[in-house]
């Protein structure tokens, strides 16, 4: 019964390091498509090839800025897997 309630919580934990991993990222696109597609509307240019760039732009900013921090989120969680892995394990 200790390693079910174990394991939900490190499946639990893993949905809240997925969320905090992917979130910067989908963010910050979704605010540059935002401010782009209202660009757009205003000069009535519908270019979708247009969106395109700044995502990426700013995707890959946003990788470089936050990519150690989201890595080490990662890293921890996974140094807590192998942990219970082994506890399980005896």
């Known amino acids: 019964m200790d390693d079910t309630a174990a394991l939900l919580g490190l499946a639990d934990r893993m949905l809240?390091?997925?969320?905090?991993?992917?979130?910067p990222v989908l963010l910050a696109s979704l605010a540059v498509g935002?401010?782009?597609?209202?660009i757009q509307a205003a000069t009535s240019v519908n270019e979708q090839t247009l969106t395109f760039v700044p995502k990426l732009a700013i995707t890959a900013l946003v990788l470089v800025l936050l990519g150690g921090a989201m890595l080490g989120l990662v890293g921890d969680f996974?140094?807590?897997?192998?942990?219970?892995?082994?506890?399980?394990?005896?």
Do not use: E, H, S, Y
């Open 78 to 90: 996974l140094k807590d897997v192998f942990a219970q892995i082994a506890v399980t394990g005896r």
């Open 34 to 38: 935002l401010v782009v597609g209202i």
């Open 16 to 23: 809240w390091v997925a969320a905090l991993v992917a979130a």
